[in-house]
C-alpha cells in the first residue's frame, strides 16, 4: 500500500526521515529535524519568491494555471462573469456563499450608506501637488483612514471587522475618484446612493454640470465585469503583503494600504498602465515585428504578457478580450486595439512565447477598455486596487480565523562576513559646537 510519505536519506549522515504528505506538500518545520550535527539547527528549505512554498491554506480562490482555471468559492470566472454582479461576487468571497435575497439587499444597503468619507480626508487629499500620480494618493489616503477609526485596530472582534470591511469596499471609489478629481483639479463628486456600484463611480469620476448623472449602460456592466475579474487572485504579491503585513495584526487600512503599494508596481497591477504606455510607444502595427524583435532580444519585456502561475491563456484575459468588442461600439475606436491585436497575433506564434508559455495575462486588454472609458492611463492600478480591496480583505480575515497562522518570518540564508572587530576606517567625525 502507498504511504503518504516522504523518505529523505540525507547523505552526510545517513539518517533516513519519514515525513508525511498532506495536501500535496510536506510541512518544511518538518524539515528541521534533519541536522548534520549538534551545532546545525536544521534543514531550511530555500525559495527565494516563493515559486514553490504554500504560505497558507485557503478555501476562497482555485486557479489551475495549465488548464487556465479561475474559480471563486468553486464558481468559474466565467459562470460569474456572465450571470452575477460585483457586490454579489463580493460577498461571495468574503462569506463562501451566494447571498439569498434579503441578504444581498442587506449587504447591498451596507455598502451603499459607507460611501462617504469625512471631509477632513478631502482636506488631506488636497495637500497633494496637483502632478500627484492616483495611486500615491490612493494608497496614502487608505492609510490615513486609520487614523478615523481608532476602534479597527481591535481586529479580533468580529463586529468591528465587519464595519471596516464595509467601510473600505463602499470607500475605496470614492477615494480613487477624489484622486483623480484632484488631479485635474475639479471639485469631488460626492457619492450617489442611487447608483450600482460601477454606475457610483463613473458618476464621481467623470460628472460635471449634469443635473443627473447616468452612466452609459454598457460602460456600467463593462466596469462592473471588469470588478469581478480582479476581485481575487489567491495568493499573490499584493495579497501576499495583505497577509504578511495582517499577520502583525495592525489595523485592515494599512493593510490594504501595503497590498495596494504592493499592487502598483509594473510586474503586477501596474502592468495594465505599463501596457497602455508600451502600446502607445509602438504607435502602429507596423512597428509591431520590430517591438517583437526587441523582447526577444531581452531588451524590454512585452506587459501584459506571462504569469507566474498561468501557463496557458488567463481565462480572465479571454473575457476581458470578447467584452472589448461590446465596448468598442459604444465608445471612440482605439487605434491601438489593432496594435495590441497584431502583437498578440505574432506572439502566440513566436518560438519564444511558445516555449516560455507566455500568454496574454489579465492586464493586456484591460488598458484599453479603460482608456475607452475615458479614465486616464495613471488611473488603471487604482481601478485594480478598488475591486481587489475585496480580496485581500476576504484573503486577511481567512488568515486570522486560521489557528496555524503566526506572524509571517520568512528565515534567510546568511552569506555575509562572519564575526570581525570594529577599527576605524576614518578619523572619527569633529562634534558640531552646539551655539
Ligand atoms: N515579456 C518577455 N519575456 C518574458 C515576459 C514578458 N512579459 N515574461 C516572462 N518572460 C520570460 C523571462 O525573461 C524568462 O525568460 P528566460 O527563461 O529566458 O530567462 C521567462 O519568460 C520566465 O519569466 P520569469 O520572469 O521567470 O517569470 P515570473 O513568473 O517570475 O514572472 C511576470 C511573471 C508576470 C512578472 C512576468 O511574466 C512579467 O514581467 N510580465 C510582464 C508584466 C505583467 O504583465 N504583469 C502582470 C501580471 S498579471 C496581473 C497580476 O496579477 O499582477
Known amino acids: 500500500m502507498e504511504a503518504d510519505t516522504l523518505t529523505i536519506v540525507d547523505n552526510r549522515t545517513g539518517r533516513k526521515y519519514e515525513i508525511p504528505i498532506e495536501h500535496g506538500a510536506i510541512r518544511a ?12 539547527l536544521g534543514l531550511l528549505s530555500y525559495d527565494p519568491a516563493f515559486t514553490n512554498t504554500a504560505s497558507c491554506k485557503s478555501r476562497i480562490t482555485y486557479i489551475d494555471g495549465d488548464r487556465g482555471i479561475l474559480r471563486y468559492r468553486g464558481y468559474p470566472i466565467e459562470q460569474l462573469a456572465e450571470r452575477s454582479s460585483y457586490l454579489e461576487v463580493a460577498y461571495l468571497l468574503l462569506g463562501g456563499e451566494l447571498p439569498t435575497e434579503e ?42 483612514l486609520s487614523t478615523f477609526y481608532p476602534e479597527a485596530r481591535n481586529i479580533q472582534d468580529p463586529r468591528v471587522r465587519r464595519n471596516q470591511i464595509f467601510r473600505l469596499i463602499a470607500k475605496v471609489p470614492t477615494i480613487a475618484a477624489f484622486s483623480y478629481r484632484h488631479s485635474i483639479g475639479m471639485p469631488y463628486v460626492y457619492p450617489n446612493n442611487e447608483l450600482s456600484y460601477a454606475g457610483n463611480l463613473l458618476h464621481m469620476m467623470f460628472r460635471m454640470t449634469e443635473e443627473q448623472y447616468r452612466p452609459d449602460a454598457v460602460v456600467e456592466r463593462a466596469l462592473d465585469l471588469l470588478f469581478i475579474l480582479h476581485a481575487d487572485h489567491e495568493q499573490n504579491c499584493s495579497t501576499n503583503a495583505m497577509r504578511g503585513v495582517g499577520s502583525s495584526h495592525v489595523d485592515p487600512y494599512c493593510c490594504v494600504a501595503a497590498a495596494a503599494a504592493a499592487l502598483w508596481g509594473p510586474l503586477h497591477g501596474g502592468a495594465n ?37 498561468y501557463k496557458s491563456y488567463d481565462p480572465r484575459a479571454r ?17 491601438l486595439l489593432e496594435v495590441a491585436l497584431e502583437l498578440e497575433r505574432i506572439a502566440l506564434q513566436e518560438d519564444y512565447f511558445i516555449s516560455r508559455k507566455l500568454y496574454p495575462n489579465v492586464d493586456f486588454y ?16 487604482v481601478l485594480f486596487a478598488i475591486p481587489r480591496t475585496v480580496g485581500w480583505l476576504a484573503q486577511w480575515e481567512e488568515m486570522l480565523a486560521d489557528p496555524e497562522q503566526k ?28 551655539r
Open 29 to 40: 518545520m518538518d524539515l528541521r529535524q534533519i541536522t548534520s550535527g549538534p551545532e546545525d
Open 103 to 144: 441578504q444581498f439587499r442587506a449587504w447591498e444597503y451596507d455598502i451603499t450608506h459607507h460611501t462617504f468619507v469625512h471631509e477632513n480626508i478631502k482636506k488631506y487629499m488636497d495637500t497633494f501637488h496637483h502632478d500627484a500620480h492616483p495611486m500615491g494618493i490612493f494608497v496614502s489616503t487608505v492609510a490615513a
Open 273 to 309: 498602465e505599463a501596457v497602455l504606455r508600451m502600446l502607445q510607444e509602438i504607435g502602429s502595427v507596423q512597428q509591431v515585428p520590430g517591438f517583437i524583435q526587441r523582447v526577444k532580444r531581452g531588451e524590454v519585456r512585452l506587459m501584459g504578457f506571462g504569469h507566474r502561475i
Open 319 to 335: 473575457i476581458i478580450k470578447e467584452m472589448a468588442h461590446k465596448v468598442f461600439e459604444v465608445t471612440p475606436p482605439s487605434p
Open 366 to 381: 484591460s488598458g484599453l477598455i479603460y482608456q475607452a472609458m475615458r479614465f486616464p492611463v495613471d488611473m488603471f492600478p
Open 407 to 434: 506572524i509571517s518570518r520568512p528565515r534567510q540564508i546568511y552569506l555575509g562576513s562572519r564575526e570581525r572587530q570594529y577599527v576605524p576606517s576614518r578619523e572619527p567625525a569633529k562634534v558640531k559646537s552646539a
